[in-house]
């Protein structure tokens, strides 16, 4: 059974609805900051990432925000650019980002329903696995550059690969 057919109508539904009961359905830890917004810890294989999803209204869109500390090297800021960079030209939903005052990598995603469209809970736990999986995927390479002294190229040789099909 998907995770959507938990869900009789989510017409209804404030997006935040459905990502607090996916939230409880996996087990993570969250922390409903508002109406609006909802804030989890999801365990990957390298680390816990921090996940915030915001609901705009105005904007019609549902905002998802995962990140992960990270504090390279003064010296290494140049490469960990050129990296993030080279991850970004790999996926095509979504993006990273640094940002240098927090501290942190930053994986971000808008999803657009306009029009009133409503997300459902498979494409919500969809775009969760997505954030996380990109930052699993990467994280050896940012690792690699900032205190690996690897060049952007090499480190990306360790980029967990996409699998498509089945096993």
């Given at each position: 059974m998907s995770i959507a057919e938990d869900f009789?109508?989510?017409?209804?539904?404030?997006?935040?609805?459905?990502?607090?009961?996916?939230?409880?359905?996996?087990?993570?830890?969250?922390?409903?900051?508002?109406?609006?917004?909802?804030?989890?810890?999801?365990?990957?294989?390298?680390?816990?990432?921090?996940?915030?999803?915001?609901?705009?209204?105005?904007?019609?869109t549902l905002r998802l925000i995962c990140t992960f500390e990270m504090e390279p090297p003064e010296a290494r800021m140049g490469a960990l650019y050129d990296v993030l960079n080279r991850c970004n030209d790999m996926v095509w939903t979504g993006a990273f980002t640094y940002w240098e005052e927090q501290k942190l990598m930053v994986w971000r995603y808008g999803l657009l329903l306009a029009g009133?469209?409503?997300?459902?809970?498979?494409?919500?736990?969809?775009?969760?696995?997505?954030?996380?999986?990109?930052?699993e995927r990467f994280y050896p390479a940012f690792q690699l550059?900032?205190?690996?002294?690897?060049?952007?190229?090499?480190?990306?040789?360790?980029?967990?690969?996409?699998?498509?099909?089945?096993a």
């Open positions: 009789l109508s989510t017409d209804d539904l404030h997006p935040i609805d459905i990502v607090e009961t996916l939230a409880a359905h996996h087990d993570w830890e969250f922390d409903r900051v508002t109406d609006d917004q909802i804030a989890m810890a999801v365990e990957g294989q390298w680390r816990t990432y921090s996940l915030t999803l915001a609901w705009s209204a105005q904007d019609e009133g469209q409503c997300a459902n809970a498979d494409q919500i736990d969809r775009l969760i696995g997505s954030a996380v999986g990109a930052a550059v900032a205190w690996g002294d690897r060049a952007p190229a090499d480190a990306m040789q360790v980029a967990i690969a996409e699998a498509y099909g089945r």
